[in-house]
């Protein structure tokens, strides 16, 4: 065998342990832990710039919307800063903040703040942030409280009736021809019947728990591979820089 057959499959024996090991790293916790967290958070950042975007317009024709929009926008920036940090501890993904742009006058230094892309690129992840993470933790919490109901039927199955339900077709099919005024459409169309499995047995509920760590297992693997693409995204959209000097560099100006 070749080498590259050895390297190959080297390769792929690592991927698929990493794989089936990766419930049991503590990696795995940080990053669901995070993907939890996204759903609070993007509420927060998605009502701040929605009211904060709106109040700022509204107000610009009494003359103190266009101060309140620059602050809006200082606080995208900060934001941002903060999603890095935390992108960093919990993602383990490095995203290395910018040199800050704080050439030029307080009013040149807020043009470029408005105007940069990089802003409006952190406009774009806090508010999809509100939409990534309301998705993900219906997901996620959908899935492990499945799971963790499968897992401990075999302590409950006595008590209570357990019934796994399935839609099953019939073997009727009907032709349905629809005359439209342009077309003529033909289909066929077939009825479902739900069919039950009861779990009586301790040997039923001790499938049902099997079932329930595997759904376990995979709702963690959605887990990482989620929290790996918006590590990914969050390296392309974090990236902008202070218009502002920190107190450090004020000091040592």
Known sequence: MSAHALSNDN???SSIKELLSSPLRFQTYKQLFYLILMFPLG???FN???VGFFTGISLIMIGIGIPLLFILFGIIVELAG???RLVGILLETAIPAREPDIDGSRWERSKRLVTASQTWRAVGYLLSEFVYGTITFGL????IATAVSFLFAPTYYQDGPISAYWPLPTSNFTLDILFGWDSLLIGLT???RLVSWHIETLFGALLVS???LVLLWGTLLFGNAAAELWAAYARRMLTTPRYWPTSWQRNHR
Do not use: H, K, M, P
Request: charged share 15%.
């Open 82 to 84: 903060f999603e890095r």
């Open 140 to 143: 996620l919490a959908s899935g």
């Open 43 to 45: 509420i927060i950042y």
């Open 48 to 50: 701040l710039l929605i």
């Open 11 to 13: 390769d792929l024996s």
């Open 210 to 212: 099997a079932f329930g």
């Open 190 to 192: 077939t009825t479902f």
